[in-house]
């Protein structure tokens, strides 16, 4: 008996110990969850503190893009006389010693960029010279007087190929700058 007392005993105290630890975890988890809660509480609190967005925010968008778009526009001259542009375009080319084979220009069209009417008078150049000198006058485009004067395309041949129909080839390079300038629409 006395051996079935002490396995009792035994199997008591084992299960003291096994319900201590246990009921220690549960505290554990009750503290941390405790401090959750507190922490959730403190969040919802700051995030109170942030006030709401007003309902009239996205019609203050929308002026707000409407201004900077008119602040662009009025940027645009009203008109840009065309000898004037041409002009520009070849006393670049002569100081920077490029060579302008043809330049053709198109009749001034309306075009429509994302529901805005501009006037674009669109200009193709094929240009003959040094690739630093070729360089050097498509970046003169850039900064230029005429503040929406765009670099549409630039197409840049190796010296010995051929611009089509143009006749020119030789050590140079050879290449093709399409520019667009862009003015206020008509009212």
Do not use: H
């Not at 375009?89 to 198109?106: F, K, M, R, Y």
């Not at 309306?110 to 009417?117: L, P, R, T």
């Not at 501009?118 to 503040?147: D, H, K, M, P, W």
């Amino acid at each position: 008996m006395s051996r079935i007392r002490t396995l009792g005993i035994f199997l008591v105290v084992l299960l003291l110990i096994g319900l201590t630890y246990t009921g220690m975890g549960y505290l554990k988890e009750r503290n941390g969850q405790k401090a959750l809660i507190t922490k959730m509480n403190d969040i919802n609190s700051m995030l109170s503190l942030i006030p709401s967005p007003s309902a009239d925010l996205p019609q203050r968008l929308v002026d707000a893009q409407k201004a900077n778009l008119a602040a662009k526009q009025s940027v645009l001259a009203a008109d840009v006389d065309t000898t004037q542009v041409i002009k520009t375009v070849l006393a670049a080319a002569g100081e920077c010693n490029v060579n302008i084979i043809p330049l053709n220009t198109d009749a001034w069209t309306n075009v429509a960029i994302e529901g805005i009417n501009y006037r674009v008078l669109t200009i193709s150049l094929s240009v003959q010279g040094s690739l630093a000198n070729l360089t050097t006058f498509v970046n003169r485009f850039y900064g230029n007087e005429f503040t929406a004067l765009v670099v549409e395309t630039v197409t840049i041949n190796q010296p010995g190929q051929q611009i089509a129909g143009s006749g020119a080839t030789g050590a140079d390079y050879t290449g093709i700058i399409g520019l667009g300038i862009y003015t206020q629409a008509a009212k």
